[in-house]
């Protein structure tokens, strides 16, 4: 079974940057879609991101041109590249697959003062 370690996290001023980071304990595989996710205070997890096959990319309308993601499945690792970033991005993102399964991680938080 295949679980996700997210870091990067931080607190970081308005139009600021931040790379997060999602380890699996297992191997992923190339076939494997994985996607980044984010729960704001008091708000329901939402997608942000996803990675496919052939690294076919899809991205939600609120971070489109903002953020990138990106794989390197030889270090099992899933990247969220995260620019200009806004308060209204302060959330605890998590990864998980795509579509996504019921096992969370912790996740990490993300704080973006205005």
């Known amino acids: 079974q295949v679980q996700f370690v997210e870091s990067g996290g931080g607190l970081v001023q308005a139009g600021g940057s931040l790379r997060l980071s999602c380890v699996a304990s297992g191997r992923l595989f190339s076939f494997n879609a994985i996607g980044w996710y984010r729960q704001a205070p008091g708000k329901q997890r939402e997608w942000v991101a996803s990675?496919?096959?052939?690294?076919?990319?899809n991205y939600a309308g609120s971070v489109r041109g903002r953020f990138t993601i990106s794989r390197d499945d030889a270090k099992n690792t899933v990247y969220l590249q995260m620019n200009s970033l806004k308060p209204e991005d302060t959330a605890v993102y998590y990864c998980?697959?795509?579509?996504?399964?019921?096992?969370w991680g912790q996740g990490t938080q993300v704080t973006v003062s205005s």
């Open positions: 990675i496919h096959y052939r690294d076919t990319i």
């Open positions: 998980n697959f795509s579509p996504a399964t019921s096992d």
